[in-house]
């Protein structure tokens, strides 16, 4: 497979929240304004490329060789969870400015089913190596892209008269499966 | 906290304090998975094991784990039962598990289990941690099994996989697409809101009766 058309897929044909449903959590919590989407995203993004660098690694080198498959939810988890610490810990060493913008939404991450899905879904479909970082940084841009938009779409909607029993998370799940709907057109991009 | 009694515990998941309608936590596997009744039963069950038995071994290791390291002991806690769940669902019932697929794992990051054993297991006796989880679970079931029978009827006109309509019926292939997950959520959600908002009329009225 093509790098352009792994990142197409993961981005936008196979968008990570709107058709796997993953990272519905911060997609919901965090949609509120334009800027703390796109704070997220871009964390999102970042944390979830190295996860699919150190997965990688692990489940090749460490896994396979090992035959260790069962320990493979497990080391995910645990690496996941200390990279969000790591990551968090060198933000805020290196650029306090960016840690200010991050910091909140970056233990919010280890929870993220996003990122353990990029884990999960490169060993399953056996990415080689730079696929699967492809894959991670598409998967980001995706989150990213659907982040902000819904943030869009939920500043425009504070305004607006919505019956009672919609308002709050109600309203917010219908707009996604309009939303979802919308990206179902860009299903004939690629043909697989 | 005041202690309550075990059903108490027990009954406020199933709709006070539903995980999914009210708490709207554990969106990924409720919107996956939910395409049909028996995938909704089976990812339900599958969550409330691993939420009973992590429920259970937290409240009872809690004395022991530092508060630092508390969440990542939990992680790892809950993937060891994911993972006896997975190998379960693989090696008895694998064409549930080949369409559940890689959203088994993902119950490892569902927020309803950590959030249990945040916010309940850890500051509660073994007994009642087990009984909030067993609600909790029931409830999560119950909402993945309302969702996923939603959807069938109307996205594949079957009920556990049993035609209802014959022929005539088209289904609504929005349904089982992405798109009809979110918008049958929503709308589930709103139902359930109106409906709490009926009741707590209804209880206000009787309340101001009983006063006059």
């Known amino acids: ?192 | 906290m005041a202690a309550r009694s075990i059903s108490y515990e027990f009954t406020k998941g199933l709709l006070r304090n539903n995980p999914v309608f009210v708490q709207v936590l554990g969106m990924c596997p409720v919107l996956a998975v939910s395409t049909s009744v028996v995938n909704g039963l089976g990812m339900g069950l599958a969550t409330s094991f691993v939420l009973v038995s992590a429920a259970l071994i937290a409240s009872v290791i809690k004395p022991i784990v530092p508060s630092e390291v508390r969440i990542p002991v939990y992680a790892v806690v809950i993937a060891t039962f994911v993972t006896i769940a997975d190998l379960v669902l693989r090696a008895f019932f694998p064409p549930l598990s080949a369409s559940l697929g890689p959203y088994v794992p993902l119950i490892v990051v569902n927020c309803v289990i950590m959030g249990r054993i945040e916010a309940f297991a850890t500051r509660n006796r073994p007994i009642a941690a087990v009984s909030d989880a067993l609600g909790m679970g029931a409830g999560f079931t119950a909402a993945l099994m309302v969702l996923g029978a939603v959807r069938e009827v109307l996205g594949s006109g079957a009920f556990f996989g049993i035609e209802l309509f014959g022929e005539g019926f088209t289904p609504l292939l929005v349904m089982i697409l992405p798109a009809g997950a979110f918008l049958t959520l929503g709308v589930l959600m709103a139902v359930f809101n109106a409906a709490k908002e009926g009741s707590h009329m209804v209880l206000i009225k009787a309340e101001s009766k009983a006063e006059a």
Request: with cysteine; proline share 3%; aromatic share 12%.
């Open chain 1, 1 to 192: 497979m093509s790098i352009v058309v792994l990142i197409l897929s993961a981005a936008i044909v196979n968008n990570f929240v709107l058709t796997y449903f993953v990272g519905i959590c911060p997609f919901i919590g965090v949609s509120k304004k334009i800027d703390s989407a796109l704070s997220m995203g871009i964390a999102v993004t970042f944390v979830m490329t190295i996860t699919a660098i150190v997965t990688w690694i692990i489940n090749r080198f460490i896994l396979i060789q090992f035959g260790l498959p069962f320990l493979e939810y497990v080391s995910y988890i645990v690496v996941i969870a200390s990279l969000v610490q790591f990551v968090e810990m060198f933000i805020k060493k290196t650029s306090p400015a960016l840690y200010r913008t991050l910091g909140i939404f970056l233990p919010l991450i280890t929870t993220n089913c996003a990122i353990l899905f990029v884990a999960l879904l490169h060993t399953m479909r056996g990415y080689g190596f730079i696929e699967s970082v492809v894959f991670g940084i598409g998967a980001g841009v995706g989150f990213t892209l659907a982040i902000v938009i819904m943030a869009g779409i939920r500043e425009q909607l504070e305004t607006a008269d919505i019956p009672r029993p919609f308002q709050g998370a109600a309203i917010t799940l219908i707009v996604a499966g309009i939303l979802a709907l919308a990206f179902m057109g860009f299903s004939g991009l690629l043909s697989a």
